[in-house]
């Protein structure tokens, strides 16, 4: 692996024009930093002190929590300042390392999702092999699979970036270290690691973005044959929370990746990328509890031993 470059350091733009809302977005950041923060491990305290959520799907709804906290960590700190100080500058290799951790969230959050909406499926489609199938071992295994999957395709990401020669320019138009940024600051060509990026992408996102997609078919296929509405209401009730955070998350990944990234899109590109990388995080913990009975009845009791 060879790793050369000109570049001393990387300037990150962030919101340059924000002017007279410095203050006021950088408190609201604040407070979605500890929102997210805070939530995201209640959810997982929650999942360990509780007996009534030791079940498969809150299993994955920890291992949920486990990327956004990841992606918080990584990506809102830098950002806050950025915002406070008009920008931020770094190291090229630690502009790499935040693109790394970022990447592995993002890959494991996909594939999380997908492991989810089979869990619903089994639950709501075939629930009378559900007991055997979605087993403490499988979770566990499938959950160790799948962190490794996400660390290998950042792996891969890292290797394929350690190898080009980066000369600049230095300055990068964005809040964070996204790959298409880091690309535009090398000399070398570009175009076998974009050709490994769209692979692994279809992979790590377009995979699991048809399992879930199939998953969904069937489950509306199994709640429209249920006679009785309550049944529907049910049914649809167990899944309505995940089937939310996927449109959400998928939502804004799709529409930031698939719009141009120079000109007047900038703007907009920054703004969805905020969306999914501080707000999702956020909303993701808020959708799964208060939406959640069990999750309700272990917060009171999680509240009466303290």
Aim: aromatic share 14%.
């Amino acid at each position: 692996m060879v790793f050369t470059n000109n570049i001393t350091s990387i300037f990150l733009l962030g919101f340059p024009n924000l002017q007279n809302f410095t203050f006021s977005f950088f408190s609201l950041l604040v407070l979605i930093f500890c929102g997210t923060i805070s939530g995201n491990l209640l959810i997982m305290v929650l999942y360990l002190v509780s007996k009534t959520l030791q079940s498969p799907m809150y299993f994955f709804i920890t291992q949920l929590s486990l990327c956004d906290l990841l992606l918080t960590t990584d990506i809102v700190p830098v950002l806050l300042h950025t915002v406070l100080y008009g920008g931020s500058t770094m190291t090229l290799i630690g502009c790499i390392i935040q693109f790394s951790f970022f990447a592995t969230s993002e890959s494991s959050e996909c594939l999380f999702l997908s492991v989810m909406s089979y869990d619903r499926y089994l639950a709501i489609c075939n629930p009378l092999r559900y007991p055997s199938i979605m087993n403490h071992r499988f979770c566990v295994t499938s959950a160790n699979v799948l962190w490794l999957l996400g660390f290998v395709v950042m792996l891969v990401y890292v290797i394929s970036m350690c190898n080009l020669h980066f000369c600049g320019p230095h300055v990068i138009d964005h809040f964070y270290c996204d790959f298409e940024p880091i690309m535009q600051l090398s000399c070398s060509d570009t175009s076998i690691i974009h050709t490994q990026i769209l692979v692994l992408g279809s992979f790590v996102v377009l995979v699991p973005f048809i399992i879930i997609v199939t998953s969904y078919v069937y489950i509306v296929i199994t709640i429209l044959k249920i006679p009785s509405d309550t049944g529907r209401h049910k049914a649809f009730s167990t899944c309505s929370s995940h089937l939310i955070v996927v449109t959400i998350f998928y939502g804004t990944l799709i529409i930031v990746y698939m719009f141009p990234t120079g000109g007047e899109s900038i703007f907009l590109n920054k703004g969805l990328s905020l969306m999914y990388t501080v707000l999702t995080p956020l909303l993701n913990p808020i959708i799964y509890t208060l939406r959640n009975r069990d999750f309700k009845e272990a917060l009171n009791k999680f509240k009466h031993v303290f």
